[in-house]
């Protein structure tokens, strides 16, 4: 079955829609030009994310982000910004991207969340991320994270393959602009591999990107093989 999403998106002759791009790999796509058309599309429809393309449209996307998120709760939604667009309150959205990035980057982002079961649990490969009760079950192991483990694992979760900054990490874990000492999130990533990792000290999902942050690695399903003709 297919993954319904709601795209909100306005009509720019200066760049292309990315509805195509998503039709393309699966995803069945409803599309609606504003903010007014969302909250009346999302009375018939239980979307599976809502993507807000505020560039495409002369609006920060806030306000629209605030009133679909009041009414779907849950929904995980994703905004997208012009590069210098001003006005986008980072918090209202589960996810932010700024332009330009490529379809693959949305599609990333998009992944977890499609992932995502009736019972609130983020997958991603063979790790499973319980949002309510903040459970980690990965290759046998179950732990319960702290709330700073929890945002950790979640934001690696919401962003797999994709390198995170140490500066953004610590800014947003301990919520302060101070960078002079960010030793206490290698103590956080060390703890967080030690409920992940078979062997904490040869990590298999969260690599060190010496000098710039960490990722998240988990191997993408595999696809089965074209049988051969005989």
């Known amino acids: 079955m ?42 018939q429809l239980n979307p599976k994310a809502v993507i807000i393309d505020a560039a495409s449209m002369r609006t920060s996307g806030t306000r629209i982000c605030t009133s679909l998120r009041a009414a779907l709760d849950k929904t995980p939604i994703l905004l997208i910004a012009g590069e210098n667009q001003e006005g986008i309150d980072e918090n209202c959205a589960d996810q932010v991207l700024r332009l330009p990035f490529t379809l693959q980057k949305l599609l990333n982002r998009l992944r977890p969340y499609m992932s995502m079961n009736e019972n609130k649990k983020l997958e991603c490969g063979p790790i499973k991320l319980d949002i309510k009760e903040r459970w980690l079950h990965c290759d046998g192991k179950k732990t319960r994270l702290t709330p700073r483990l929890f945002f950790l694992m979640e934001a690696f979760m919401s962003h797999p393959g994709e390198v995170l900054l140490r500066e953004d990490l610590f800014r947003k874990l301990w919520e302060t602009d101070y960078l002079g000492d960010t030793r206490s999130l290698d103590v956080h990533i060390s703890w967080l591999r030690q409920a992940v990792e078979e062997d904490p000290r040869n990590p298999k999902y969260i690599k060190t990107e010496r000098g710039i942050g960490y990722r998240l690695e988990v191997e993408k399903p595999k696809r089965p093989g074209k049988t051969a003709k005989k």
Request: aromatic letters at 4%.
């Open 2 to 43: 297919k993954h319904l999403i709601l795209l909100v998106e306005g009509k720019r002759a200066d760049r292309p829609s990315f509805m195509s791009g998503l039709s393309k790999k699966g995803y069945e796509i409803e599309s609606v030009p504003n903010g007014s058309s969302a909250l009346k599309a999302i009375q």
